[in-house]
């Protein structure tokens, strides 16, 4: 097994402090999606010109300043291909605290083969509910609002995630909030327009954030996502059964991080 490391500070130049605390988030979903673009970006600010298909898993760290605690989050960039995962999957999910869902806004096979990651979160971590975020990248291959064939296929392909991913949770935590919306993504002018806060507004904005309920107790809905700022949308904390997915598209490109949201 291949593994590297890439420990980044300078994006929020928190230096690393002895015993803070860590956090380990594992990032999976079919080959290509972006995962390596997408956590590369995150932990150094720039884009993976050229990534090349992990093997097993390549581990990327990142200081974060949450409520005024600074906290290291561990990326766990697992492989895609199911012949460089074998038996190390039960590694990944190990002591876990958030799994990233990535699938391909332009590769509907990705998509529908969410239920079975979704599955294989179940399988390894049983009895717990960890925290699920869904990331569909690289909609910069979608013209947006064009291609209608490719919206309907979407929309039938989301009804079919929709069942399988029951329990999905967006910008369920703090951690995760900060997570998708630390600096390199409020660097990009279009989201904060979206957000329509400063940076410094989004951070004390999730430090009122908190997560409602524990793990599948009733009905946790609850009004927190910075985005909710943006235009009065609505952006729901959920853990229910049937209550509907919000997502996220996210576009890791040369020239920065792009976010669209809607809600299906
Ligand atoms: N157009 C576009 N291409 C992207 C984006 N993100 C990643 N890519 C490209 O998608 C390809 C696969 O990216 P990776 O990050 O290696 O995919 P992965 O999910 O880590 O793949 P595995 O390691 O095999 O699991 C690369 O050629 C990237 O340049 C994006 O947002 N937009």
Redesign the pocket.
Known sequence: MESSLEVSTSVQGAPEQLGSRTFKVVVI??????????T?RFCTGCF???????IGVDFRERILEVEGERIKVQLW?????ER?RKSMVQQYYRSVHAVVL?Y?V?NPSSFRSLPLWLEECRRNVPGQDVPRVLVG?????VAAGKDRRFKRRRRASARTAQRGATCCYLLSSPLLSCLLLSSPLLSCPLLSRRVGLSRDGVQSRLAQTRLHGAQGSGSAVQNCSPLAAHGGASWRLSHERDVRCHWWR????RSGLRIQDSQL
Do not use: I, M
Request: proline share 3%; glycine share 12%; with cysteine.
């Open positions: 979903g079919d080959s290509g999606v972006g995962k390596t673009c997408l590369y993976h010109d050229k990534p090349e298909a992990t960039d697992t492989a895609g291909q460089f990535v391909d332009s990248n690289k909609s910069d291959l996210l576009t890791c490109s």
